[in-house]
């Protein structure tokens, strides 16, 4: 079992998925326990293999390889780097608070649990994939689910259309959960579309006739065309990543989805697309990515101040943790383009901080909105005093959220910012300390006009804490951000030797950067 | 001897057709009071075709037969089990529909339906001229029959389409017809550029324009045939109007068939004229794609969505057909092997929810997710087949495809292609969003029978199967590539036999 831990982590939810489809409808708890459990072994093996990676030796470990057509060099191999360790525990904590959270589901729960399993063995993959191929299969399969997922579970509210163009706004449905899912699967789609251009010229230039990550690293592709391809790759995953301007599906998406899965998707999915940025465009394509990197470093901070803005203005609480996501995942792609080890450290913490945090978010606004009916600010008030459980992770969570010292966020924000000044480009501190700085803002805003200041209106007065098994979700997520908040080394020592190695093919360049 | 072994598949499957032609005579008519009889020789049918599919991986049929016009070998005989296997989807698919619908008309079927199946196992093996146009005609033939019969009774389910079948069949006759005089007059000029009907000579003269008209005729003609734009009008209207399950086969064997031939003609008698058949193609096929995709956005009828969709599907094949090298003709083989079980199955299943009294448009799907979940999981596979997402053979076959394309240099139709997947995507994700998101209402929970759900689990199991571990197909239908193109002749002996000819003559 131990040879073939990655294969069961990623597999385990989706043999879990086949024996949900299995069960009859009716048999509600035998199907959340099922779900529950395979969510339990991904986490349990996740753990083992973040436990067990020698930090020490550093590189790949724990490679298995299978071949899947052979005649083109497709191989099914799993391994694990220093990224990979954190990434997988943080997937298999927040797929482990995502069933808790949606136990109470009501409608279709079997077909619900069957996508969500499947979506998250599609995370999984893609984060020990070593075949550039199989990585974008594993890619489409934890996007695809997302369409129905959204589509059936999702919630509709009325958007009124605003702007300049909303008399454009009004033919389309905005605010509906099928225009929401949609809208994300077709710009993911043509995302994907862009990075299989970009794989199909890796693995015909590199004449490997492998789709192997390390042999693709290893073959020498000419300045130009790394220049051509970089972009590919970079809106390709981009577009997952909430790059600026293609990030317009993941408010929608994100405001429209049920709980479990806003919190799946913006805490890990979203991740996904960073990873592919870092892990295959700029690994692979160091001219390429030496030539985009202001453009990456620019477009990012733009990403970190639109976000802020954006999420300012929002009186919908689903909306402005949607727009406080992209607004941190420029923080992400911040990190990424300073090219310097710090900057990759700080890049890989934020993902795994963010996730959590936007997770703890996500569980916390369905609990509210499955209580109170509503999402509208305005509406709220005083809930501290029905549901001061709720309120006080709420505050937690924005904490983290605004970068305070003790919390996750603080230190990949102050890791991002610190590889910004050191790299060439000094100026993107700016906007990213900026950001920070109107984080704050309207978190706070928004957490004293719902849980603080005086009691909820009468219509309130019901309102129940979080129970039972929201309180595992709850607990769960809130403890990590605290503990990676005062004890970052537990994921620093892995994620340190990861940048190291990936940054290997920019030596040069990082060095004279320092 | 010889030649029986290398002509075996054929002469098997001609002889299932006698004994069809047999049982049909020989059974006593249908009882007055009887209306219904049972569907025997459509089982019949199944079985032989089952039997002469397992055949095929124990008789090796290599070799040249008939002074040449044919040749057996790992082309015709991976060609051969596709046709196989779309005839027993095809047959247990409509097993019930015809015993149903026509009980007393129902050996005629079945023997039309196995003479076609003749023509398109002669066709991938045919060397000679002569030889092709007979499997052609024997393969369309017999499929204009088919197309109108349901002629006279309307579907139970759309009794308002009465006389579509008749327009659908009128309209596959009349431009299979045309077509067909066209692909002979492109063949007779080729013929009289090269002298001879053998396709492995034709390489050895130089191209004349003359030569090219010809060309450009048989590719007209076989682009009918495929439902090739700009060829491509009688598609959705056929679609539409003849019976479902007959168009799940139509939609799928003799389009594989047409790729067949222009393989044979083109990159294997004509590759040295790649030059001049290529822009052609390659515009057709970026039309393909372009068409079939924009106008599938508009249909509301599922049969024309899947026509276009059909359409828009051929181009990609193109992509590949004319990368010309043996990875691209077993890529095509690939996809055509996968479209035959995805396409087929997204037919069937249309054609079980219409049974159930939805009718052909989307809302015939609605709420299909909760009536059948099994069956809306099938559709979803199919569909995600088509449009090309992983884990289903449909991904490995468009990923396969723009691969053979870019490994020749179609850089630009690659991302032309990958655009086109993208839009097409949007009409894919509306059935779905039919079949899942919306409310059943009062519409009854389908029960296919025995047959058809045979068909579409086996539909199922190719494209999950092939989906999850492409590998031994990949294999096999590189072999069939390797194969046509290594029994083309050395430039040397392409010369010799050119000059033999002329010399006869």
Redesign the interface.
């Known amino acids: 079992m131990n040879e073939h831990l990655l294969t069961l982590i990623v597999a385990a939810p989706t043999l879990a998925a086949l024996v949900v489809m299995l069960l009859p409808a009716g048999a509600r708890s035998a199907i959340r326990f099922t779900s529950l459990a395979g969510a339990a072994v991904s986490l349990a093996g996740s753990v083992v293999a973040f436990q067990t990676y020698d930090k020490v030796a550093a590189g790949l470990q724990r490679i298995e390889s299978y071949p899947l057509v052979p005649s083109l060099g497709v191989r099914i191999s799993f391994a694990m780097d220093g990224w990979t360790g954190p990434l997988l525990l943080l997937t298999g904590i927040i797929i482990f608070a995502g069933v808790l959270a949606s136990w109470k589901l009501q409608t279709r729960e079997r077909e619900y649990f069957v996508l969500l399993l499947v979506l998250v063995s599609g995370v999984f993959g893609v984060f020990v994939s070593q075949d550039l191929l199989v990585f974008f299969l594993f890619y489409e399969i934890a996007v695809l689910p997302m369409y129905l997922l959204i589509g059936i579970w999702g919630a509709s509210h009325a958007v009124p259309p605003a702007g300049p163009f909303r008399f454009v706004w009004k033919r389309f449905a905005v605010g509906d959960k099928e225009y929401a899912a949609m809208k994300l699967t077709l710009m993911l789609l043509i995302g994907s579309a862009a990075i299989l251009v970009a794989i199909f010229a890796l693995y015909v230039k590199s004449g490997a006739e492998s789709f192997d990550l390390g042999h693709l690293a290893a073959a020498k592709y000419d300045d130009h065309l790394q220049i051509v391809l970089f972009p590919l790759l970079w809106l390709g995953f981009g577009t997952l990543a909430g790059v600026f301007p293609f990030h317009t599906w993941s408010p929608d998406g994100h405001a429209s989805a049920p709980t479990a899965v806003s919190m799946l998707h913006a805490g890990v999915l979203m991740k996904l697309g960073a990873f592919g940025v870092m892990r295959v465009g700029m690994v692979l394509l160091p001219e390429g990515t030496r030539f985009w990197v202001p453009a990456v470093g620019a477009v990012a901070a733009v990403n970190v101040l639109y976000g802020a803005f954006c999420a300012m203005s929002q009186t919908d609480l689903k909306y402005i943790v949607a727009y406080s996501s992209v607004s941190h995942m420029g923080v992400v792609m911040l990190g990424a383009a300073t090219l310097t080890t710090i900057g990759w450290d700080g890049a890989v913490f934020q993902m795994v901080a963010h996730g959590i945090m936007t997770g703890l978010f996500f569980a916390l606004v369905g609990l509210v909105y499955e209580r109170a009916h509503t999402r509208s600010i305005p509406k709220m008030g005083g809930f501290a005093n029905v549901m001061p459980g709720v309120a006080a992770f709420f505050t937690l969570a924005c904490l983290s959220s605004l970068g305070l010292p003790g919390t996750a966020g603080f230190v990949s924000e102050f890791m991002v910012f610190l590889g910004a000044w050191k790299s060439g480009h000094t100026m993107w501190a700016i906007p990213g300390v900026l950001g920070a700085f109107i984080t704050a803002i309207y978190v706070l805003k928004a957490t004293r006009a719902i849980f603080w200041g005086p009691g909820p209106s009468e219509q309130f007065h019901e309102l129940t804490d979080a129970r039972k098994t929201e309180w595992g979700a709850l607990v769960i997520l809130g403890t990590c951000l605290v503990v990676l908040g005062v004890w970052p080394r537990l994921l620093l020592d892995h994620i340190d030797p990861g940048s190291v190695a990936h940054l290997s093919n920019f030596l040069p360049f990082a060095v004279g950067a320092k | 001897m010889n030649d029986l072994r290398v002509l075996w598949l054929p002469l098997a499957t001609a002889t299932l057709a006698v004994v069809v032609l047999l049982l049909d005579v020989l059974s006593p008519p249908a009882h007055a009071s009887r209306d219904r009889r049972r569907p025997v020789i459509g089982w019949v049918v199944v079985a032989g075709l089952v039997a002469i599919f397992a055949a095929t991986f124990f008789i090796d049929s290599s070799g040249t037969a008939a002074f040449g016009a044919f040749r057996g070998g790992p082309w015709s005989t991976f060609l051969g089990r596709l046709f196989l296997a779309a005839g027993i989807l095809g047959a247990l698919g409509a097993l019930d529909d015809v015993a149903e619908r026509m009980p007393r008309r129902q050996g005629a079927y079945w023997l039309s339906f196995v003479v076609s199946l003749v023509g398109m196992t002669i066709l991938p093996g045919a060397r000679d001229l002569i030889l092709v146009v007979v499997a052609f005609e024997l393969v369309g033939v017999p499929l204009y029959v088919l197309a109108a019969y349901a002629k006279t009774d309307p579907p139970p389910d759309a009794p308002s389409s009465k006389g579509l079948a008749s327009e659908a069949a009128l309209k596959l006759y009349l431009v299979g017809a045309t077509s067909s005089a066209i692909t002979l007059f492109g063949l007779a000029l080729l013929t009289g550029m090269a002298g001879t009907c053998r396709i492995d000579a034709l390489a050895a003269s130089p191209m004349t324009p003359l030569g090219a008209v010809g060309l450009l005729f048989v590719l007209a003609g076989v682009g009918y045939k495929i439902g090739m734009v700009p060829f491509h009008h009688w598609v959705p209207d056929t679609y539409q109007g003849a019976s479902t399950p007959f168009v799940a086969f139509l939609s799928v064997a003799p389009k594989a068939a047409g790729m067949a031939l222009l393989a044979v003609l083109f990159t294997f008698g004509l590759g040295s004229a790649r030059a001049t058949w290529m822009p052609p193609i390659a515009l057709f096929a970026v039309l393909s794609m372009a068409v079939g995709n924009l106008l599938a956005l508009p249909q509301t009828d599922l049969r024309r969505v899947l026509g276009y969709s059909g359409i828009a599907q051929m181009g990609y094949v193109l992509l590949a057909l004319i990368a010309a090298d043996a990875f691209g003709l077993g890529m095509t083989l690939f996809f055509l092997a996968g479209y035959v079980v995805t396409n087929m199955g997204a037919f069937l299943v249309v054609h079980t929810t219409a049974r159930a009294g939805g009718g052909f448009g989307f809302e015939g799907l609605a709420g299909l ?2 009536r059948s ?1 099994w069956l809306a999981a099938s559709f979803l596979c199919f569909l ?1 087949s088509l449009a090309g ?3 289903v053979v449909g ?2 076959a468009k ?1 396969y495809v ?2 053979a394309a ?2 020749a240099g179609l850089l630009g139709l ?2 032309v292609g ?2 086109l ?2 839009v097409g ?2 009409y894919y ?1 509306r059935m ?2 039919a079949a ?2 919306t409310d059943a209402g009062e519409l009854a929970p389908p029960k296919p029978a025995l047959a058809l759900r045979l068909a579409i689990i086996l539909c199922l199991a190719g494209a999950v199967g092939i989906g999850l ?3 031994p197909l ?2 096999d239908a ?1 072999r069939a590539g390797h194969d046509l193109l290594d029994g083309r002749p050395m430039a040397a002996t392409q010369q010799h036999d050119g000059k033999t000819e002329l010399a006869r003559r």
């Open positions: 997710s909760k979940p995600l997402i992983p884990f991904f490995w990923l723009f691969l870019w490994r690659v991302g990958i655009v997947a993208v995507l949007f994700l779905l969003r899942y998101m571990w492409p590998g990949v294999d590189m």
